[in-house]
């Protein structure tokens, strides 16, 4: 289970700037958020492709800078599409609710760019600025103990089972399968979402990390899968007792902590043989 929100409660806001053009209805965001390859633009542009009711092919993006969307908070902790979807979506209620009159004036058949133009010779306002604060949660100091209160908004879940194979002669290990279930509501992009969800298992599993975004800790699954085949491998020699394994699963790591015949004849006791890094 991790919780969606920051811990620092001023850093759950975010702003947006949404423009319609008069001359052919496209639509131009500016958002707070940084894109760096988790789709965050697009998601962006399928919010307000959705508000408005347009084709995303009318939506476009203009790169984040501060002198749209001031004092935005970090794109980290899982939440940049609640934030920034939020905002634009309010900016583009706010553009909705200049267009009524005139989609009322000109009746339900007239086209996008009808009404864009009808509210431009009428001098009505084809911008708008949005703007999104987390509700119901509080500031709290999670370091302080004793502290009660809900820091986050709301929280997912994620489940991994992993099948691995290990080499008792080298060391060497292989993940055969992964299968995960996220818990990711009901998502913007689908495929977006998969490829957040598998890179953060991928990463992880090649790396020390432990838990960071959501995704994140279910590349675990796949080293206590590797401690599992570990302890089949011990048992053999009848070593049933706890062992401890530590991460990374490093080649050097596995391959001592079988605790064959061969190991024992070179180090007796398996306590002093736990190397800090891979060699």
């Not at 993006?61 to 002198?67: G, L, Q, R, Y």
């Not at 009660?148 to 080499?167: C, H, K, L, Q, R």
């Not at 020390?208 to 089949?232: M, Q």
């Amino acid at each position: 289970m991790f919780g969606i929100s920051f811990s620092f409660r001023a850093l759950n806001q975010a702003g947006a700037l949404v423009h319609i053009y008069h001359g052919d209805g496209s639509v131009l965001i500016s958002h707070g958020g940084v894109e760096m390859g988790q789709g965050l633009h697009t998601k962006m542009c399928q919010v307000a492709a959705t508000e408005l009711q347009l084709p995303l092919e009318m939506i476009f993006i203009s790169e984040t800078a501060t002198d749209k969307v001031p004092n935005a908070s970090p794109a980290a902790a899982s939440y940049s599409s609640d934030l920034y979807g939020m905002a634009v979506r309010n900016a583009c209620q706010e553009l909705n609710r200049n267009l009524a009159p005139c989609k009322a004036a000109l009746g339900d058949t007239a086209s996008w760019l009808n009404v864009v133009s009808h509210a431009w010779l009428n001098r009505i306002s084809l911008f708008a600025t949005g703007f999104y604060k987390t509700p119901e949660i509080d500031d709290l100091d999670l370091a302080k103990p004793g502290s009660t209160g809900s820091p986050f908004f709301y929280y997912t879940n994620g489940a991994a089972v992993s099948e691995v194979e290990i080499d008792v002669l080298t060391g060497e290990s292989k993940n055969l399968r992964t299968d995960i279930v996220m818990d990711v509501g009901r998502p913007l992009n689908p495929a977006l979402d998969v490829g957040q969800i598998e890179g953060a298992f991928k990463d992880t599993n090649h790396s020390s990390k432990g838990i960071g975004e959501p995704p994140l800790f279910l590349a675990a699954s796949v080293f206590f899968a590797i401690r599992d085949a570990i302890r089949s491998s011990r048992l053999q020699y009848g070593r049933d007792e706890w062992f401890q394994q530590d991460s990374p699963a490093s080649v050097e790591r596995i391959g001592l902590a079988f605790c064959d015949d061969l190991l024992r004849r070179v180090v007796p006791d398996e306590e002093g043989v736990r190397p800090k890094l891979t060699l």
